[in-house]
């Protein structure tokens, strides 16, 4: 019988419910980070390379929806369920802020200057936080059509978009007027909306399909028709010739962009997909899932001969001795700690 070759991932536990929210920093002099929001009320950032733990941000009261960072991953922000959007120090792992909310809260960004930090959620208000004035009113910005899904900025912070948990399409808002300029038609509700690194394309998944968006002009460039539902989309940030979905089958498959043919298929969670994301030097990318893991897959991929697997898609033998000595190699580098941790770094990884 031949022989396929399989991805060998770089598993991480530590959250104790569903995955549901991905978020990688740009890269930093002290590297990239990955922050992961979960059903368990803690939000966990991670080395975005080794996948290995730094710390957790403990203070919310219920389920994380999304968690983000900002452009210099010194601080962290995060929207649960508990009716609050936090804003964290990623280096000590401390509460700078807790903004209050009438409803959950189910989407954060920062802007790209850093500035500001918006929330969307249950309410059906998009609300604008200077981050300079913690104590301030917020700037609202309402008249979204159902309750907000996904939130992001975009055209050097002049505009936002957002998209509805039970309302198809994605609203498109110029913060000059407050007004809704424009809206990429879906025929499902999204659940993922991406801007890419260099500003081009927006990526979205609605139902069995992917779509990308010029985000300049709005028009529709692609759309692939993927094996099942997908929840979540990703573009290659650095080539732009591939990307990632993944959804109810528990895969996360690679596609073409220029075609739209699977390139691959990553099999190991035991659960739906909820979440993926390229680093964002697209040499890997993480998804999430209801079974409480985070996988973080390398584009360029390690493989092993299956027949050489242990089961669940771990790596043996030579492969896990690579991955530790790459982890322990980076870990005098990891620059924040969790809060109460005294700086021992907990590896997360099992890769």
């Known amino acids: 019988m031949e022989k396929r070759k399989v991805t060998v991932p770089l598993v ?98 920062f802007s790209d200057d850093t500035h500001f930090l918006l929330t969307g959620g249950v309410e059906k208000i998009l609300r604008i936080f200077d981050l300079n004035r913690l104590d301030a009113q917020p700037r609202l910005v309402d008249n979204s059509p159902g309750s907000i899904r996904t939130v992001a900025w975009l055209h050097s912070d002049q505009m936002i978009l957002s998209s509805c948990t039970d309302t198809n399409g994605v609203r498109l808002w110029d913060l000059r007027s407050g007004k809704i300029v424009h809206t990429l038609e879906t025929k499902s509700p999204v659940t993922s909306a991406e801007v890419s690194q260099d500003g081009r394309y927006i990526t979205t998944a609605d139902g069995s399909t992917v779509k990308f968006w010029d985000a300049n002009h709005f028009g529709l460039v692609k759309s692939y028709d993927m094996p099942c539902n997908v929840e979540s989309a990703s573009l290659e940030p650095k080539h732009g010739n591939k990307f990632i979905a993944g959804g109810e089958d528990m895969w996360v498959h690679i596609f073409d962009f220029h075609t739209g043919e699977e390139l691959g298929c990553n099999k190991g969670h035991h659960g739906p997909v909820h979440c993926v994301r390229f680093s964002p030097g697209g040499e890997s990318y993480a998804s999430g899932s209801e079974d409480g893991t985070i996988r973080i897959w390398q584009t360029g991929p390690v493989t092993h001969e299956e027949s050489d697997l242990l089961p669940g898609n771990e790596p043996s033998g030579k492969v896990k001795a690579v991955a530790d000595e790459v982890a322990r190699s980076i870990e005098s580098g990891l620059h924040i700690v969790g809060e109460g941790k005294t700086g021992e770094t907990n590896k997360a990884s099992s890769a």
């Open 12 to 109: 991480c536990h530590g959250h104790s419910r569903p995955v549901v929210d991905l978020f990688y920093s740009p890269i930093t002099p002290d590297g990239f980070f990955l922050i992961s929001a979960s059903k368990d009320s803690t939000p966990m950032l991670r080395n975005g390379e080794t996948g290995d733990w730094i710390g957790t941000f403990q203070g919310h009261k219920g389920a994380i929806w999304s968690s983000c960072l900002d452009t210099k991953a010194l601080r962290a922000a995060s929207a649960s369920a508990d009716f609050s959007a936090k804003l964290w120090d990623a280096l000590t792992g401390d509460e700078l802020h807790s903004f209050e909310h009438k409803h959950i809260v189910r989407a954060c960004a």
